[in-house]
């Protein structure tokens, strides 16, 4: 080498070193509030395979026990981002919170399960409303459903199944809110007749007690289901589209890994769930699940989230349908899917 090309050389590095430190610098935080349901698995396989931090992002997680209660922290912006149900992001916008669903992850997650005390009234032919009554005339009590909080999907879904599909008698059960780990272990306890669940719950339950049954799929209970979805605020978005961009990308690789190799998948979702003490074979078994659908694309629950809203209207969660302009942004999965994530 010559001493132009020396020169030249030492000029290019000097260049580049700037800006390697200035990506390094340009990593956004974003704190990330999330419910412990197996719906959440593609930003935790995104996270462990590290592609967030890929993306740009260095990402933080809190826990809530239900979308209604991380709205709260949305709104007073403790969070950046909502992984959860769809329902409560309309009652967030009545209240004027800026939010934008850029990517859903799963579909059809809520299911409905019901103990053994109340199983054994659900024979074949026996419809679900002859069994609720057939439980209350042999109990003199109504059956005590547990799901999470007014406005949330499962309790929107729960009551939907009840008075539109099954048509059950309201004096024959009885639904009682809680959240997901309570809703867990009031089954598991027989502190309830039935519940809605969504995997790993499911799983665990079932695993525990195998006379817990399963009576109701996701489309059954309320068809087209919407799920989980991220949703960030409007601030973070406008400000950082780029980084969003990256992020919907790694969701979509995240599906593909969880749907092609759920065996490399598992570790990072059980990581995030069961914090180490989950059987990881478990948490496998809860991705490949049947009440496990995971789904990026947020266009295809636009209609079923119009129609569940209508339903909280109905139901008094919601004063009055809202509209939907500006809350899903589209555009991050078009770009995702054109790029191969």
Excluded: C
């Excluded at 967030?52 to 912006?77: C, H």
Aim: overall charge positive.
């Amino acid at each position: 080498m010559d001493r132009r090309q020396f020169l030249l050389a030492g000029s290019a590095l000097l260049a580049a070193a700037p800006i390697a430190g200035a990506r390094a610098q340009d990593a956004v935080t974003a704190r990330i509030g999330y419910i412990p349901v197996i719906g959440t698995a593609p930003v935790f396989v995104a996270n462990g395979e590290g592609w967030l931090k890929q993306a740009g992002l260095n990402a933080s997680f809190t826990v809530f026990e239900s979308g209604p209660n991380m709205i709260q922290a949305f709104a007073s912006g403790t969070i950046d981002f909502y992984v959860a149900g769809i329902a409560p992001l309309a009652v967030a916008r009545s209240r004027g919170v800026d939010v934008r669903v850029v990517a859903a992850t799963a579909v059809a997650e809520n299911v409905f399960v019901a103990a053994p005390s109340l199983t054994k009234f659900f024979t074949p032919g026996t419809t679900a409303a002859a069994a609720f009554k057939a439980y209350k005339a042999a109990t003199g009590k109504a059956a005590r459903l547990a799901t999470q909080p007014a406005g949330s999907v499962p309790n929107t879904t729960l009551q939907y199944w009840l008075w539109e599909v099954a048509k059950a008698d309201k004096a024959d059960v009885e639904v009682v809110p809680m959240g997901i780990d309570a809703t867990q272990q009031a089954v598991l306890a027989a502190a309830v007749e039935g519940a809605i669940v969504r995997e790993p719950a499911l799983t665990i339950i079932q695993t525990r007690n195998p006379g817990i049954r399963l009576i109701a799929g996701g489309q059954e209970l309320f068809p087209g289901q919407p799920g989980t979805v991220v949703a960030g605020s409007g601030a973070f978005v406008t400000k950082n589209p780029e980084v969003v961009q990256k992020l919907v990308n790694s969701l979509v690789r995240a599906a593909d890994l969880i749907a092609k190799n759920p065996d490399k998948a598992a570790p990072h979702v059980g990581a995030a769930l069961g914090k180490g003490i989950v059987d990881p074979e478990l948490i496998r078994k809860a991705l490949t699940s049947p009440a496990s659908t995971f789904e990026i694309d947020p266009r295809k629950i636009i209609e079923p989230s119009r129609v569940m809203q209508a339903y909280q209207v109905k139901l008094g969660s919601l004063d009055k349908e809202l509209p939907f302009d500006g809350l899903f942004e589209t555009q991050y999965y078009e770009r995702a899917i054109k790029t191969g994530g």
